[in-house]
Nanobody
Framework: QVQLVESGGGLVQTGGSLRLSCASSGRTFSSLTMGWLRQAPGKGREFVAAISWNSRSTNYADSVKGRFTISRDNAKNTVYLQMNSLKPEDTAVYVC???????????WGQGTQVTVSS
Protein backbone atom coordinates (compact mmCIF):
# COMPACT_ATOMS: atom_id res chain seq x y z
CA GLN A 1 0.00 0.00 0.00
CA VAL A 2 0.98 3.60 -0.58
CA GLN A 3 -0.20 6.59 1.44
CA LEU A 4 0.01 10.02 -0.16
CA VAL A 5 -0.44 13.36 1.62
CA GLU A 6 -0.46 16.63 -0.29
CA SER A 7 0.33 20.08 1.03
CA GLY A 8 1.06 23.57 -0.25
CA GLY A 9 -2.23 24.59 -1.79
CA GLY A 10 -3.82 27.96 -1.17
CA LEU A 11 -5.09 31.21 -2.63
CA VAL A 12 -2.86 33.14 -5.03
CA GLN A 13 -3.34 35.97 -7.49
CA THR A 14 -3.06 35.59 -11.25
CA GLY A 15 0.60 35.41 -12.22
CA GLY A 16 1.65 34.10 -8.83
CA SER A 17 3.38 30.89 -7.84
CA LEU A 18 2.81 27.95 -5.55
CA ARG A 19 4.72 24.77 -4.80
CA LEU A 20 2.79 21.65 -3.97
CA SER A 21 4.34 18.76 -2.08
CA CYS A 22 3.25 15.15 -1.78
CA ALA A 23 4.76 12.96 0.92
CA SER A 24 4.60 9.22 0.41
CA SER A 25 4.78 6.37 2.88
CA GLY A 26 4.38 2.63 2.61
CA ARG A 27 5.72 1.01 -0.52
CA THR A 28 9.21 2.01 -1.67
CA PHE A 29 8.80 5.49 -3.11
CA SER A 30 11.81 5.26 -5.41
CA SER A 31 10.17 2.46 -7.42
CA LEU A 32 7.03 4.44 -8.23
CA THR A 33 6.00 6.67 -11.08
CA MET A 34 4.48 9.79 -9.52
CA GLY A 35 2.05 12.30 -10.89
CA TRP A 36 -0.31 15.17 -10.31
CA LEU A 37 -3.86 15.45 -11.56
CA ARG A 38 -6.46 18.12 -10.93
CA GLN A 39 -10.21 18.46 -10.80
CA ALA A 40 -11.97 21.77 -11.24
CA PRO A 41 -15.56 22.33 -10.06
CA GLY A 42 -18.02 20.62 -12.40
CA LYS A 43 -15.26 19.01 -14.46
CA GLY A 44 -13.60 15.62 -14.67
CA ARG A 45 -10.16 14.76 -13.38
CA GLU A 46 -7.40 16.08 -15.65
CA PHE A 47 -3.79 14.89 -15.98
CA VAL A 48 -1.26 17.60 -15.09
CA ALA A 49 2.21 16.05 -14.90
CA ALA A 50 4.11 12.84 -14.22
CA ILE A 51 7.69 11.85 -13.41
CA SER A 52 9.46 8.52 -13.68
CA TRP A 53 11.03 6.76 -10.71
CA ASN A 54 14.53 8.04 -11.61
CA SER A 55 13.42 11.55 -12.73
CA ARG A 56 14.73 10.90 -16.25
CA SER A 57 11.30 11.23 -17.83
CA THR A 58 8.64 13.87 -17.25
CA ASN A 59 5.36 14.54 -19.02
CA TYR A 60 3.05 17.55 -18.88
CA ALA A 61 -0.38 18.51 -20.06
CA ASP A 62 -0.23 21.06 -22.85
CA SER A 63 -2.11 23.52 -20.66
CA VAL A 64 0.72 23.68 -18.10
CA LYS A 65 3.86 23.19 -20.23
CA GLY A 66 6.39 25.92 -19.59
CA ARG A 67 4.66 27.01 -16.38
CA PHE A 68 4.66 23.93 -14.13
CA THR A 69 7.60 21.72 -13.16
CA ILE A 70 7.37 18.31 -11.52
CA SER A 71 10.29 16.99 -9.50
CA ARG A 72 10.98 14.42 -6.83
CA ASP A 73 13.37 13.72 -3.97
CA ASN A 74 13.60 9.98 -3.40
CA ALA A 75 15.58 10.49 -0.21
CA LYS A 76 12.63 12.42 1.24
CA ASN A 77 9.89 10.28 -0.35
CA THR A 78 8.39 13.45 -1.75
CA VAL A 79 7.23 14.71 -5.13
CA TYR A 80 6.76 18.39 -5.91
CA LEU A 81 4.84 20.50 -8.37
CA GLN A 82 6.19 24.01 -8.88
CA MET A 83 3.47 26.15 -10.43
CA ASN A 84 4.39 29.52 -11.91
CA SER A 85 2.43 32.10 -13.90
CA LEU A 86 -0.79 30.78 -12.44
CA LYS A 87 -4.08 31.51 -14.20
CA PRO A 88 -7.68 31.45 -12.92
CA GLU A 89 -8.25 28.33 -15.03
CA ASP A 90 -5.66 26.51 -12.91
CA THR A 91 -8.10 26.66 -10.00
CA ALA A 92 -8.79 23.07 -8.93
CA VAL A 93 -8.18 20.41 -6.34
CA TYR A 94 -4.74 18.99 -7.08
CA VAL A 95 -4.31 15.31 -6.35
CA CYS A 96 -1.07 13.37 -6.04
CA UNK A 97 -0.97 9.92 -7.62
CA UNK A 98 1.38 6.95 -7.74
CA UNK A 99 1.80 3.88 -9.90
CA UNK A 100 4.14 1.01 -10.57
CA UNK A 101 6.22 1.65 -13.70
CA UNK A 102 4.13 1.13 -16.83
CA UNK A 103 0.89 0.81 -14.92
CA UNK A 104 -2.02 3.25 -14.50
CA UNK A 105 -2.13 5.42 -11.41
CA UNK A 106 -3.75 3.40 -8.66
CA UNK A 107 -2.83 5.26 -5.49
CA TRP A 108 -4.31 8.67 -4.75
CA GLY A 109 -4.00 11.37 -2.14
CA GLN A 110 -6.87 13.39 -0.73
CA GLY A 111 -6.00 16.50 -2.68
CA THR A 112 -5.14 20.11 -1.94
CA GLN A 113 -7.12 23.13 -3.10
CA VAL A 114 -5.47 25.70 -5.36
CA THR A 115 -7.44 28.87 -6.05
CA VAL A 116 -6.18 31.53 -8.45
CA SER A 117 -7.96 34.87 -8.22
CA SER A 118 -8.26 37.21 -11.19
Amino acid sequence: QVQLVESGGGLVQTGGSLRLSCASSGRTFSSLTMGWLRQAPGKGREFVAAISWNSRSTNYADSVKGRFTISRDNAKNTVYLQMNSLKPEDTAVYVCAAASTGRPFNYWGQGTQVTVSS
